[in-house]
């Protein structure tokens, strides 16, 4: 455990949690919306600090990250607890739970990570991920902090809803991030996840100024989601606002947690992706059998540069500079060199 960032103490032993845009008032004893951050006496404390629940390394496709040192490996961790109460979530049985409802948790220190994240030959750095890194703020950020003095990469999969002043201070320490654009609607943003559209879009504008990497992921639900006229909204204002060379992994979905809604049509996904690759350089389908749209096509001159068959990667015509060996289009927004 540790004391917590951004809060306010408030009268009758009450603090104000100002990490997330829930800002929740929370009383004595008591947790907040995301099940990890308490009000002890007075303070509020992280319970799930340096609380793993998952840890692997993975091909960095997983997370997905498509142009993001492609065919490297990352250390991945995650803990318990999220801000949101997705209907549909993927990982329910860790972001669900408090630290205390998930018995099968590990402390380690910061230390313990970073030379974990060393102890494996190519290993490019540490991703958060699995449940929702920004209620692991405070572990997240004093890893991301040790790691980049070394020079390991660190990676964000993450729903984006967190205050600003927070993620100003985050950012500086995260290399890449991945962000699940749960829908273009506000309604389903209330109704399917309990939080709001707003902060999220902010974000990911704040994010792609910053000059980090940026992925977007949108998980198509029947019915939920899918509708074509918002589907076109979403990736216009990609287009327009973030720029039509960030990827976009459109994803399908499976029943999971409380919603039991039918799998995602091969054909909704096919006519989602056929719709963005209008508007985008680079489109991607995800959580289906077939290879279809994942690879890597040069957007100037249609050579295909990276090869993908589920997350095995074959580097076919990406320069060490990240650019098109063809036409010397930059595709990666890096240097691909070893690490």
């Known amino acids: 455990m540790k004391e917590a960032e951004f809060y306010e103490q408030h009268k009758d032993n009450k603090v104000q949690c100002l990490l997330c845009p829930h800002n929740c008032i929370i009383s004595n004893g008591k947790l907040g919306i995301c099940k990890v951050r308490r009000n002890i006496d007075g303070k509020l404390i992280a319970e799930n600090y340096g609380q793993v629940s998952s840890m692997a390394f993975d091909p960095v496709e997983k997370k997905p990250l498509y142009h993001f040192f492609p065919s490297k490996e990352i250390l991945s961790i995650g803990t318990v607890g999220c801000n949101l ?30 030379k974990i994240a060393q102890s494996r030959a190519g290993n490019i750095g540490i991703a958060f991920t699995y449940n929702e890194p920004v209620i692991w703020y405070e572990f997240v950020l004093d890893v991301a902090k040790k790691a980049k003095e070394i020079s390991l990469k660190t990676v964000m999969v993450s729903n984006a809803f967190i205050n600003k002043e927070p993620l100003s201070k985050l950012i500086n320490y995260v290399d890449a991030f ?69 990827p976009l992994h459109i994803s399908r979905y499976f029943p999971q947690y409380k919603l039991q809604t039918d799998v995602t049509p091969l054909n909704t996904l096919q006519n989602c992706y056929d719709r963005a690759r209008k508007k985008l350089d680079y489109v991607y389908l995800g959580n289906i059998r077939t290879n279809k749209g994942s690879d890597t096509i040069c957007p100037s001159c249609g050579k295909t540069l990276i090869s993908r068959t589920g997350y095995s990667t074959q580097l076919l015509g990406i320069a060490s500079s990240g650019k098109c060996m063809y036409c010397n289009r930059a595709i990666l927004n890096h240097n691909y060199v070893e690490l």
């Open 85 to 114: 109460k997705c209907s549909f979530c993927q990982n329910s049985e860790i972001s669900q739970n408090s630290v205390k409802e998930y018995p099968m948790l590990r402390y380690y220190d910061t230390d313990e990570v970073i």
């Open 178 to 246: 991945n962000i699940d654009l749960k829908s273009f609607t506000n309604y389903f943003y209330k109704k399917y996840t309990s939080s709001w559209i707003e902060p999220v879009k902010e974000n990911l504008k704040t994010i792609k100024r910053s000059g980090k990497h940026l992925e977007i992921t949108n998980l198509i639900i029947p019915g939920l989601n899918d509708d074509c006229k918002d589907f076109e909204n979403m990736i216009s204002w990609i287009r327009d606002e973030l720029g039509k060379d960030v």
